[in-house]
């Protein structure tokens, strides 16, 4: 499944970066990541730096752990997310964030499948649904952390 979200924001696009860069805050505001383990946090003389994350999610009828590695660059302000293990049989995403008129253009790409044909189907019906509540997230976060639009 591939998804692609272009949003306008407020916000100043370092500030975006930067709050979704925050990858063990994720607890504190995505309601379904329960818990967050990261290490081998590392960082290039350029300011690009990789981790590696374990997300543990719990659904009604989901409870899951997985693990990706997060690049982060902030000369382009850009995030890159790929799969290390877990349920998934692929997992990508990436988030952009450029500047414009009063704040800032932000794009997520994500595309990923689940090893398991079952909960591929089932999150199919709502995938939508879910990247949008995502997304919401990541908003509320920014009112809370930057102010209200």
Known sequence: MRHHVTKHLPYAPDQLFALVGDVECYPDFVPWITGMRIWNLRQDPTG???????????????????STRVRRDPGILQIDVALISGPFQRLRNRWIFVPEDEGSGVRFDIDFAFKSSVLDSLLQNNFETAVDRLMTCFEDRAKRLYGQD
Do not use: K, P
């Open 48 to 66: 690009v730096s990789w981790l590696d994350a374990e997300a543990q999610v719990g659904f009604t009828f989901l409870r899951e752990r997985f």
